[in-house]
């Protein structure tokens, strides 16, 4: 999990992730140089599982994910937003997946998009999306990866780290993965994504020459990385 900010709807998503988890597991916590009460709320959750790591300065959500990723001991990685809520199957779900299947390296799910006071608002984040697609073609004109409806499997997370520069790690995590095997796409709707002013995404920030820039810079950089698994 990477943290920025986010206090008002921390508590919330912890509480909804911690219930599921087992007592061997553990939340990997990156806070980004917040300058708000964040950790403060994390820490008087009191749960020992919570392990965080403090940036003495902003570095962004994709190096502080990358971080989060590199300090994670598990066999299986979730990707967790700070403002969403995880519904109660999900974790079940995924690992169940990864217990059945072991030729699959990475799972996602739908998710419903939910507001400020948890109320479902649209009930397919990738309907609006034209629908799940593992073709990379597809994912570099119209991302359909929400790194937060991702897990993987750790023995594959050297594939795409380091993340390259000017890319969102989620799109970048799901086109890498869909170089070795396609992902396993649980076709559910497992977490509420929340949408409202306080998101930190860079898309709110980008202005359309940006947008032609980042998808260039992931179309070189996946034809680089096919030609290294070529070799």
Partial sequence: MATYNGSLYIKRQLESMLCQLEP??????????????????????????IKIYRNDCNR????????????????????????????????????DVFDERPDVTLVLSDAEIINDADEVVAESFLKSRGGFSPSIWHNITKNKY??????????????????????????????????YEPPYFLDMALM????????????????????????????????????????
């Fill in 146 to 179: 929400l790194g937060c409806s991702m897990a993987f499997r750790q023995s594959v997370a050297h594939r795409f780290l380091p993340f390259p520069k000017n890319i969102m790690h989620d799109v970048w995590i799901g086109c890498v993965n869909s170089i």
């Fill in 192 to 231: 509420g994504y929340r949408r409202h002013q306080h998101n930190v995404t860079p898309e709110k920030r980008r202005g359309f020459a940006q947008i032609l820039a980042s998808r260039w810079h992931l179309a070189k950089n996946l034809c680089l990385r096919f030609l290294v698994k070529s070799e």
């Fill in 60 to 95: 962004g959500i994709v190096r502080t994910f990358e971080q989060a990723i590199q300090q994670a001991s598990g066999s299986v990685i979730f990707l967790s937003d700070q403002d969403d809520i995880w519904y109660p199957e999900k974790v079940k779900r995924f690992l």
């Fill in 24 to 49: 061997v597991d553990e939340v990997i916590l990156v806070d980004d140089h917040s300058s708000d009460a964040t950790l403060d709320v994390v820490e008087n959750i009191g749960d020992e599982r």
